[in-house]
C-alpha cells in the first residue's frame, strides 16, 4: 500500500504501455523452515490488456513452483520452500499494453432498483446468464461483511429512481470527499465498520467499503487488484519504487457489464489502472500470501515501480 | 409381581409411540423386550444403571473431555433402553437415507463442478455464494469416483403418523458415530440375551465398510505393496467431540493427528513420525474444512495444514468428506431437493423433509409472516450464532422485531414447520419402576462404497430431557440411547474389536507413530512416576506427622528439609486455599502445608497438579492406551476430586495417599505388561526412568548435602529416605539392622540391580536409548556426541565411588571427610544431566511445540 495518495496522472493516454516492476523482500529474525506462497502477481490477460512480456524471480529457489488459474480466473503462481533460508525475494516484471475500455461518456444506467429486483430468485426458471455471472459477488465475504450501516451510508447516493452508474459514481464521489487517505489509520486486518466509523484508511480499505455499501443495497460488486499510473510531484522526476499495488471496485451494470470504479481517486479506471487480479475481496486476490514455519519477526519491503514507455 | 409397567406410562397425546400401537397395545418388534423389562426386578434395573454409569465413567465418556473437573466436560448420558426399529421398517428408511445421500453427493459434484442447477434455476444463487460453507477455491477441484461425501449423517424425526422425516443433513464432519458404537458396546451387554435373541444387526460391518472405502479411494494406495496410510484429522482435545475422535481412530486403527503432525511436501501430504515423514493416502476429518489449510482457505487458523488443497488439487490424497462439502448442510436446501432430485437422479425423493420456507423468496417470506405462530424460525446457514426461535413464543415488540429481521435480510432464514416428534419409553432414574416417555430423533450415518451408499444399521438415537420438549439438546439434560436394528435373516457377528480388553492397545506394531503421540508417551512416563514419587513423600512425611501427634518431631526435620527444597511441599508463608479464612499473621500448620500438597491443583508442584498433567497427557494418546490403563487413570482423579470435596482430615488425607500409590503402581504395571515394546513404549520408559533417575539423584544429593547434625536425629533420618525409595523391605531382608549410611547409600545409589536405586535408573536408561538411537539413526547429538555420554561418564564415577568413605556409627562425627559433599555433587550432576538430556530428546525426536505456522500478507 502507498504511503501517500496515489495521484493518478492527469490525463488517460487513448492507448498506453508500461513496464512494472513488483519486488517483494522479506527478511526473518530467525531461520524459515518451511514456507508455502500463492502469488498474485502476473496481470490478468482483459480484452483491454495485453501482457508482451512478464518474468517471476523468486530467491531462494523454490522446491516447488507451479502455476495455475484460480476459481476467479486469475493467473496464480503457487511456491514452496523446503529448505532453512532467511529471505525471501519475488520480483515481478512486466511489460504491458493497456487500451481505453469504453469509448465516450457512460450512460447514467437504468433505476438501479430494477436491477436489484432482476437479482431476486423467482423460483426454477433458468436465469439469464449475465445475472449468473454477477449473482456471485453480491454476497458478503471474509473481508466485506454487510449490515444496514453501509445500505445507510449509502443511501443517499441511491435515491428512487437513479440510474445505477450515477449512483455508484455519486458514492464514489463522497467516499472520497468524506474519507481520509491515512496509512496509519488501518492493517489488512481492520474491519470494514471500523473503517466506515473512522473515516480514513487507504485504497483497499475504500474498495472494501464500496464493496459493503453495494452489496448491502444486494448489488453485485467485485474487488480489483492492479497499478495504477500516478504523477511524480510537480518538478520532481519519476521516482523508481516510489509506486504500490493499487486496488479499486467493479460493479455489475445491466448492458455494460463491469464497470471499474475507483473510490480513492472518484474516477473511473481507464488506461492508467493496470488490473492484476479479481475476486471477492482482498483474501481472493493478494497479491502475496503465505504461510511460514519458524521465522521469527520479519521485516518486509515492496517497491512498485509504474514506468510508461513512449 | 408388580402391576404392569404400562399402567403408569403416559398416553402418547398426539405423537407417534415407539413402543405401543394406537390402541395401546405394545407393538409386535417391542414384546420380547417389554417382556423382558416388566418381569425384571427393580434390583436387577438398578444393577444395570449403575452398569451404564460405571462404564460411561470410566470409559470417560464425555462431550469435552478436557481433564478439569472444574472444567466443562459433560458425562455422557445414555438411556439404557434401545429405540428399537423392525426389519422391513429399517430397509425402506436405509433406502432414503442412501438415496439422500447419493443425491447430497450429487448436488456437491454439481456446484463444485458446472453448476448446472444454478443456471437451471432450481438452486438459488443465495444458497450456494451467500453460504460461508461454499469455498471458492475448490471450485473444480475433482474428486476420485466423484465422491465429495464420504461420510453422511442425518437427523430424522416421526411425525404422528409413522412417517420418517429428514430434519437436517450433516455433511461437513457428522459427529456421534463413535458415541454410537460405544452405546452399542455398553447396552448390548445390560441386555446380553436379548440382543442376541432378537437378532440385533451388528454396527462392525459398516466401520469396515469406512476403511475398505478409504482405502479403495484413496490415491495410489497399494503403491509398492504397502497399505495406504489413513488418518483421521481432530482439531484437538478440546473439541467438544475430542472424546469420539480418539476412540473412533482406535477403533478403525487409523493414526489419530492434529494438523501441525501432518505437513505438505511439495504436492505430498506426510506424517511426521518418529522415523520421519510416512507418505499420508487418506484424511478422515473432523476438523471443519475452512480451518483446513491457512494458505488456501482461512488464514488466520493455526489449526491446518498449508498446502492441503493443492494436495488434494494434484490427486495426491483423498480428504474425506470433500473439503466444501458443508455448503449443503443448510437449513434452506431441503425445500429444493424434491426437484433436485428429479433432475438428477431421475427419480422421486424418497423421504420428505420436514415442511421448510426459505425466506428468500418473496412468497415463502410472505407465509411466514403471516403463520409465524405455526413455524420455527432457523438460521439458513450453519456457523450463524441463532438459536432456534419459536414463532409462538414471541409477543408484542419482539414479534415485530423478528419480523423486521426477516425483511432485512430475508436469504439469511428459514422457517420450518413444527415437528410433532413421536416418543420413545425411557427408564426413569427417580423413580422405582417406571418407564417414562420422551421426545425422541435418530441420527443415522451412511458410507459411500463402490457399490453405491452404505447405510449403518443402527443409530445415535436421542431424547429429550422432558416430556413437552420441543428440540431434543444433550445440553439441555437430553440422553442418547442405542438404536437396535431387527433382523430377519442370520446376524454376522464379525467384530472390529479384539474379544478381551488386555495387552492389545497401546501401541500395535506396523502402525505409524507421529512425533506428538511419542512426546506425549514420554510425558506421560513422567507425570506418572512424578506423582507416584510425590505421593511418596507426602505419606512419608503425613504418617510421621500423624504417629508424632500432630506436632512435627525431630524425625521430620531432614525430610521437611529435602521436600521444601525440591518444592514437594508449599512454603511456610503462603497456604492457598485452605488458610484463607485464617487471620494472615498465623502461618499454616504443616498438615495444613501438607494437605495443599496433596489436593491444592494451584500448588504447581503438588499432588493434585501433578495428577492433571498425568491425565492431560494420557487424554492426548488415548487412543493408544488400553480401557483398563485408561480407567485407572480416570479413577485416580475421580477419587481425588471426591475426596478434596470432602475436605478430608489427614487420616482420611493418608488414605487418600494409599489409594495414589497403589494407582501408580497398576499404571506402572501397566506400563511393563501391557504396552508393546515398540519404540513409543521405549520412549514411555525412558521418561518413567528419567523422572525416577531426577527425583532420587536430587532427594539424595539435598540430603547429604544437609549439615550432619541436621540429617542424623537419630536412625529416623535414614528410615524415610528408605521409604521414599520403596526399598525398605529388601535393606531389611539384607541387613536385618538399624538402617545406617553406607548400606544406605549402597542401596538406594550405587545397587544396580535396584530398581530404586540411582545407578539402574541411569543405566536403564543407558540401554534403551541406546536401542532407540540404533532403531531411529541420529546416533548423535547436536555436538555429535550420543546422548548419553554425560550419563554413562557420571554413572562411571558413581561405580567408582568408594564405599569406606562412608563407614561410621553415625554420620555427623565425619568433619573434614567431603565423602557426603562429592558423592552430592555427583548426583546434582546427574539431575541436571537429566534435564539436558529431556530438552534434547525433546529436540532431536519430538515436534516443536513453540513452532506453530503463521500466515504472512504482502500487497
Same mark, same amino acid.
Given at each position: 500500500?502507498?504511503?501517500?495518495?496515489?495521484?493518478?496522472?492527469?490525463?488517460?493516454?487513448?492507448?498506453? !504501455?508500461?513496464?512494472?516492476?513488483?519486488?517483494?523482500?522479506?527478511?526473518?529474525?530467525?531461520?524459515?523452515?518451511?514456507?508455502?506462497?500463492?502469488?498474485?502477481?502476473?496481470?490478468?490477460?482483459?480484452?483491454?490488456?495485453?501482457?508482451?512480456?512478464?518474468?517471476?524471480?523468486?530467491?531462494?529457489?523454490?522446491?516447488?513452483?507451479?502455476?495455475?488459474?484460480?476459481?476467479?480466473?486469475?493467473?496464480?503462481?503457487?511456491?514452496?520452500?523446503?529448505?532453512?533460508?532467511?529471505?525471501?525475494?519475488?520480483?515481478?516484471?512486466?511489460?504491458?499494453? &493497456?487500451?481505453?475500455?469504453?469509448?465516450?461518456?457512460?450512460?447514467?444506467?437504468?433505476?438501479?432498483?430494477?436491477?436489484?429486483?432482476?437479482? &431476486?430468485?423467482?423460483? !426454477?426458471?433458468?436465469?439469464?446468464?449475465?445475472?449468473?455471472?454477477?449473482?456471485?459477488?453480491?454476497?458478503?465475504?471474509?473481508?466485506?461483511?454487510?449490515?444496514?450501516?453501509?445500505?445507510?451510508?449509502?443511501?443517499?447516493?441511491?435515491?428512487?429512481?437513479?440510474?445505477?452508474?450515477?449512483?455508484?459514481?455519486?458514492?464514489?464521489?463522497?467516499?472520497?470527499?468524506?474519507?481520509?487517505?491515512?496509512?496509519?489509520?488501518?492493517?489488512?486486518?481492520?474491519?470494514?465498520?471500523?473503517?466506515?466509523?473512522?473515516?480514513?484508511?487507504?485504497?483497499?480499505?475504500?474498495?472494501?467499503?464500496?464493496?459493503?455499501?453495494?452489496?448491502?443495497?444486494?448489488?453485485?460488486?467485485?474487488?480489483?487488484?492492479?497499478?495504477?499510473?500516478?504523477?511524480?510531484?510537480?518538478?520532481?522526476?519519476?521516482?523508481?519504487?516510489?509506486? !504500490?499495488?493499487?486496488?479499486?471496485?467493479?460493479?455489475?451494470?445491466?448492458?455494460?457489464g463491469w464497470v471499474d470504479l475507483d473510490p480513492t481517486n472518484d474516477l473511473i479506471p481507464d488506461s492508467r489502472h493496470i488490473t492484476l487480479a479479481w475476486g471477492r475481496d482482498f483474501g481472493d486476490v493478494s497479491p502475496m500470501r503465505g504461510v511460514i514455519l519458524g521465522g521469527g519477526a520479519h521485516e518486509l519491503e515492496v517497491a512498485v515501480t509504474v514506468l510508461p514507455l513512449v | 409381581m408388580a402391576r404392569t409397567l404400562l399402567s403408569i406410562y403416559p398416553d402418547s397425546a398426539g405423537r407417534y409411540d415407539e413402543m405401543l400401537a394406537a390402541g395401546g397395545a405394545v407393538r409386535p418388534h417391542w414384546q420380547a423386550f417389554f417382556s423382558h423389562l416388566d418381569a425384571a426386578s427393580p434390583e436387577q434395573m438398578r444393577a444395570r444403571l449403575a452398569f451404564v454409569q460405571r462404564r460411561i465413567q470410566e470409559n470417560g465418556v464425555t462431550y469435552n473431555v478436557y481433564a478439569?473437573?472444574? #472444567?466443562?466436560?459433560?458425562?455422557?448420558?445414555?438411556?439404557?433402553?434401545?429405540?428399537?426399529?423392525?426389519?422391513?421398517? +429399517?430397509?425402506?428408511?436405509?433406502?432414503?437415507?442412501?438415496?439422500?445421500?447419493?443425491?447430497?453427493?450429487?448436488?456437491?459434484?454439481?456446484?463444485?463442478?458446472?453448476?448446472?442447477?444454478?443456471?437451471?434455476?432450481?438452486?438459488?444463487?443465495?444458497?450456494?455464494?451467500?453460504?460461508?460453507?461454499?469455498? +471458492? /477455491?475448490? =471450485?473444480?477441484?475433482?474428486? /476420485?469416483?466423484?465422491?465429495?461425501?464420504?461420510?453422511?449423517?442425518?437427523?430424522?424425526?416421526?411425525?404422528?403418523?409413522?412417517?420418517?422425516?429428514?430434519?437436517?443433513? =450433516?455433511?461437513?464432519?457428522?459427529?456421534?458415530? #463413535?458415541?454410537?458404537? %460405544?452405546?452399542?458396546?455398553?447396552?448390548?451387554?445390560?441386555?446380553?440375551?436379548?440382543?442376541?435373541?432378537?437378532?440385533?444387526?451388528?454396527?462392525?460391518?459398516?466401520?469396515?465398510?469406512?476403511?475398505?472405502?478409504?482405502?479403495?479411494?484413496?490415491?495410489?494406495?497399494?503403491?509398492?505393496? %504397502?497399505?495406504?496410510?489413513?488418518?483421521?484429522?481432530?482439531?484437538?482435545?478440546?473439541?467438544?467431540?475430542?472424546?469420539?475422535?480418539?476412540?473412533?481412530?482406535?477403533?478403525?486403527?487409523?493414526?489419530?493427528?492434529? #494438523?501441525?503432525?501432518?505437513?505438505?511436501?511439495?504436492?505430498?501430504?506426510?506424517?511426521?513420525?518418529?522415523?520421519?515423514?510416512? =507418505?499420508?493416502?487418506?484424511?478422515?476429518?473432523?476438523?471443519?474444512?475452512?480451518?483446513?489449510?491457512?494458505?488456501?482457505?482461512?488464514?488466520?487458523?493455526?489449526?491446518?495444514?498449508?498446502?492441503?488443497?493443492?494436495?488434494?488439487?494434484?490427486? =495426491?490424497?483423498?480428504?474425506?468428506?470433500?473439503?466444501?462439502? #458443508?455448503?449443503?448442510?443448510?437449513?434452506?436446501?431441503?425445500?429444493?431437493?424434491?426437484?433436485?432430485?428429479?433432475?438428477?437422479?431421475?427419480?422421486?425423493?424418497?423421504?420428505?423433509?420436514?415442511?421448510? +420456507? +426459505?425466506?428468500?423468496?418473496?412468497?415463502?417470506?410472505?407465509?411466514?409472516?403471516?403463520?409465524?405462530?405455526?413455524?420455527?424460525?432457523?438460521?439458513a446457514f450453519p456457523g450463524r450464532r441463532f438459536d432456534p426461535i419459536f414463532g409462538a413464543d414471541l409477543k408484542g415488540a419482539q414479534r415485530e422485531q423478528l419480523l423486521a429481521r426477516l425483511q432485512a435480510e430475508p436469504q439469511a432464514y428459514v422457517a420450518q414447520e413444527l415437528v410433532q416428534l413421536s416418543q420413545a419409553p425411557t427408564w426413569s432414574r427417580s423413580h422405582e419402576r417406571r418407564l417414562l416417555a420422551r421426545p425422541a430423533g435418530l441420527r443415522v450415518y451412511a458410507v459411500a462404497t463402490p457399490q453405491g451408499y452404505r447405510v449403518m444399521p443402527g443409530g445415535l438415537a436421542r431424547v429429550a430431557g422432558g416430556a413437552g420438549a420441543r428440540v431434543i439438546s444433550m445440553q439441555r439434560g437430553g440422553a442418547s440411547k442405542d438404536a437396535w436394528v431387527l433382523s430377519d435373516e442370520p446376524v454376522s457377528t464379525f467384530s472390529l474389536l479384539k474379544p478381551s480388553i488386555g495387552a492389545r492397545d497401546v501401541v500395535r506394531g506396523g502402525r505409524s507413530l507421529s512425533s506428538r503421540v511419542v512426546e506425549n508417551l514420554f510425558w506421560l512416563g513422567r507425570y506418572s512416576e512424578r506423582c507416584d514419587h510425590t505421593s511418596r513423600f507426602l505419606r512419608v512425611a503425613l504418617t510421621r506427622l500423624i504417629d508424632a501427634g500432630g506436632e512435627p518431631g525431630p524425625e521430620l526435620f531432614a525430610a521437611l528439609a529435602v521436600g521444601e527444597a525440591m518444592g514437594l511441599l508449599p512454603p511456610r508463608d503462603e497456604a492457598g486455599e485452605q488458610a484463607a479464612a485464617r487471620p494472615p499473621a498465623l502461618p499454616p500448620t504443616l498438615a495444613e502445608r501438607l494437605t495443599r500438597a496433596v489436593f491444592d491443583d494451584a500448588w504447581d508442584t503438588g499432588l493434585a497438579a501433578g495428577l492433571k498433567r498425568l491425565q492431560w497427557s494420557a487424554t492426548q494418546v488415548r487412543e493408544r492406551l488400553s480401557m483398563d490403563h485408561w480407567h485407572a487413570i480416570n479413577r485416580l482423579n475421580h477419587d481425588m476430586q471426591a475426596s478434596k470435596e470432602s475436605r478430608p482430615e489427614p487420616g482420611e488425607t493418608l488414605a487418600c495417599l494409599d489409594q495414589a500409590l497403589l494407582s501408580c503402581a497398576s499404571l506402572a504395571g501397566f506400563t511393563m505388561d501391557n504396552m508393546t515394546r515398540d519404540d513409543g513404549w521405549r520412549f514411555h520408559v525412558v521418561g518413567r526412568r528419567l523422572e525416577r533417575l531426577h527425583f532420587l539423584a536430587s532427594a539424595i544429593a539435598g540430603f547429604l548435602a544437609l549439615e550432619g547434625k541436621d540429617r542424623s536425629q537419630g536412625q529416623g533420618g535414614l528410615e524415610w529416605l528408605l521409604e521414599l525409595a520403596d526399598s525398605t523391605i529388601t535393606y531389611r531382608s539384607r541387613y536385618l539392622s538399624q538402617p545406617e549410611l553406607l548400606p544406605v547409600i549402597d542401596l538406594l545409589v550405587l545397587d544396580e540391580d535396584n530398581p530404586h536405586s540411582v545407578a539402574f535408573q541411569a543405566q536403564v536408561v543407558g540401554r534403551y536409548l541406546g536401542r532407540l538411537q540404533q532403531s531411529l539413526g541420529g546416533g548423535a547429538g547436536e555436538a555429535g556426541a550420543p546422548f548419553t555420554d554425560d550419563l554413562e561418564l557420571l554413572l562411571a564415577r558413581l561405580r567408582s565411588v568408594d564405599l569406606s568413605r562412608f563407614q561410621g556409627d553415625v554420620c555427623g562425627d565425619c568433619i573434614g571427610c567431603n565423602a557426603c559433599e562429592d558423592l552430592a555433587a555427583v548426583l546434582w550432576a546427574l539431575a541436571a544431566a537429566v534435564r539436558e538430556l529431556s530438552d534434547r530428546l525433546a529436540m532431536r525426536y519430538f515436534t516443536h511445540v513453540g513452532d506453530v505456522s503463521h500466515q504472512t500478507v504482502a500487497a
Open positions: 500500500m502507498p504511503l501517500h495518495d496515489p495521484v493518478p496522472a492527469p490525463e488517460a493516454p487513448l492507448a498506453a !504501455a508500461y513496464r512494472i516492476t513488483h519486488a517483494t523482500e522479506y527478511r526473518y529474525g530467525a531461520p524459515v523452515a518451511l514456507s508455502q506462497q500463492l502469488l498474485h502477481l502476473t496481470p490478468r490477460p482483459l480484452p483491454w490488456q495485453t501482457v508482451r512480456e512478464h518474468r517471476l524471480e523468486v530467491e531462494p529457489l523454490p522446491s516447488l513452483r507451479l502455476e495455475r488459474w484460480d476459481a476467479f480466473g486469475n493467473p496464480v503462481t503457487q511456491l514452496a520452500f523446503d529448505g532453512p533460508h532467511d529471505s525471501l525475494t519475488v520480483r515481478a516484471e512486466t511489460e504491458i499494453e &493497456v487500451l481505453p475500455r469504453f469509448a465516450g461518456e457512460l450512460p447514467p444506467g437504468q433505476p438501479w432498483e430494477g436491477w436489484r429486483q432482476a437479482l &431476486v430468485y423467482r423460483g !426454477a426458471l433458468p436465469p439469464p446468464a449475465e445475472l449468473l455471472e454477477a449473482v456471485q459477488f453480491a454476497f458478503p465475504s471474509p473481508f466485506v461483511s454487510l449490515g444496514p450501516a453501509f445500505a445507510a451510508y449509502a443511501a443517499p447516493s441511491f435515491t428512487p429512481g437513479r440510474g445505477l452508474l450515477a449512483a455508484a459514481r455519486d458514492l464514489m464521489g463522497r467516499i472520497h470527499a468524506e474519507f481520509e487517505f491515512d496509512p496509519q489509520a488501518t492493517s489488512v486486518a481492520t474491519p470494514v465498520a471500523e473503517v466506515l466509523a473512522r473515516k480514513r484508511g487507504v485504497c483497499q480499505d475504500f474498495a472494501h467499503l464500496m464493496l459493503a455499501c453495494l452489496r448491502s443495497l444486494g448489488l453485485p460488486a467485485r474487488y480489483v487488484s492492479g497499478y495504477l499510473l500516478t504523477e511524480p510531484p510537480p518538478g520532481s522526476p519519476r521516482l523508481i519504487g516510489a509506486d !504500490a499495488s493499487h486496488a479499486w471496485v467493479s460493479l455489475f451494470c445491466p448492458g455494460l | 478439569d473437573p472444574k #472444567g466443562t466436560d459433560r458425562p455422557w448420558e445414555l438411556d439404557p433402553l434401545p429405540l428399537i426399529i423392525p426389519a422391513d421398517e +429399517w430397509r425402506q428408511l436405509a433406502a432414503a437415507v442412501a438415496q439422500r445421500a447419493t443425491l447430497l453427493n450429487a448436488v456437491l459434484a454439481d456446484l463444485y463442478g458446472p453448476q448446472d442447477l444454478l443456471a437451471s434455476g432450481l438452486l438459488p444463487p443465495a444458497l450456494v455464494y451467500g453460504h460461508g460453507g461454499f469455498l +471458492w /477455491p475448490c =471450485r473444480q477441484v475433482r474428486q /476420485p469416483g466423484d465422491t465429495f461425501l464420504h461420510f453422511y449423517a442425518v437427523d430424522l424425526a416421526r411425525s404422528p403418523d409413522g412417517r420418517w422425516w429428514a430434519i437436517a443433513d =450433516r455433511t461437513q464432519a457428522p459427529s456421534g458415530a #463413535g458415541y454410537s458404537l %460405544e452405546n452399542r458396546l455398553i447396552v448390548s451387554r445390560v441386555f446380553p440375551d436379548l440382543f442376541r435373541d432378537l437378532k440385533v444387526e451388528h454396527l462392525a460391518g459398516f466401520f469396515r465398510s469406512v476403511q475398505e472405502s478409504l482405502a479403495h479411494y484413496a490415491p495410489d494406495s497399494g503403491e509398492g505393496g %504397502e497399505p495406504p496410510l489413513i488418518v483421521l484429522l481432530t482439531p484437538g482435545p478440546y473439541n467438544e467431540t475430542y472424546f469420539e475422535h480418539a476412540y473412533l481412530a482406535r477403533y478403525l486403527g487409523f493414526p489419530l493427528v492434529e #494438523g501441525p503432525d501432518l505437513t505438505v511436501r511439495g504436492e505430498t501430504v506426510f506424517l511426521k513420525t518418529l522415523t520421519g515423514l510416512k =507418505r499420508v493416502h487418506a484424511i478422515l476429518r473432523r476438523q471443519d474444512d475452512d480451518f483446513c489449510d491457512p494458505l488456501e482457505l482461512r488464514g488466520d487458523s493455526a489449526l491446518g495444514v498449508p498446502g492441503l488443497l493443492q494436495a488434494v488439487r494434484a490427486g =495426491r490424497v483423498l480428504v474425506a468428506n470433500a473439503l466444501g462439502s #458443508g455448503v449443503v448442510e443448510s437449513g434452506a436446501l431441503p425445500g429444493f431437493l424434491p426437484a433436485i432430485c428429479e433432475r438428477l437422479l431421475g427419480e422421486p425423493l424418497q423421504m420428505p423433509s420436514v415442511a421448510t +420456507w +426459505w425466506c428468500g423468496e418473496a412468497p415463502a417470506l410472505k407465509y411466514t409472516s403471516e403463520h409465524l405462530d405455526q413455524l420455527v424460525i432457523k438460521a
